[in-house]
């Protein structure tokens, strides 16, 4: 999201809020156990300012739709409003989230994101997010084109 990018979407009407999660090694670590459930997240510090809880609450409010730029972003609003009884608030706290097929989320409406590695907490994120066979869909598409994955790599946009 470079600044022209971010001026040309501030121009259509796009609002952006700011969220803050301290990532460590382990949300990289692939899961490597049978069950997903018994795989275990660690600890990461998040920050949720006021601002960006209002501006969110607000945006739902008059029907917009909120979008999370990075698995990071919406590990953040789902740990928040889980820890919160599904609400959005201001909060500074740590959270060991695992986000993966199955699980109902609370804020998001879209989500931008990498192309991530098999095996990779981030992917299962992605996968719970658009559907697993959409996603996997995708995949298979992005592999046919020669798409990059990881973090560097090409990005997509589910809605």
Do not use: W
Not at 49 to 56: G, Y
Not at 108 to 117: C, M, P, R, S, W
Not at 124 to 141: D, S, W
């Amino acid at each position: 999201f470079t600044p022209e990018l971010m001026k040309k979407l501030e121009e259509k009407g796009v609002r952006f809020g700011y969220v803050t999660l301290h990532v460590g090694l382990g949300t990289f670590r692939p899961v490597s156990v049978e069950k997903v459930e018994e795989h275990i997240m660690h600890s990461e510090h998040y920050e949720m300012p006021k601002e960006t809880a209002d501006l969110i609450l607000e945006t739902k409010a008059k029907g917009g739709r909120v979008i999370a730029v990075g698995t990071t972003s919406c590990r953040t609003l789902e740990a928040v409003a889980t820890e919160h009884d599904g609400k959005l608030v201001a909060a500074d706290g740590y959270t060991d989230i695992f986000i993966y097929p199955g699980y109902q989320f609370k804020v998001l409406d879209g989500l931008v994101t990498n192309f991530h590695l098999p095996y990779s907490t981030q992917l299962m994120m992605v996968a719970a997010f658009g559907g697993y066979e959409t996603i996997m869909n995708a995949y298979k598409i992005a592999k046919e084109e020669g798409y990059r994955f990881g973090t560097y790599g090409d990005a997509m946009l589910i809605l």
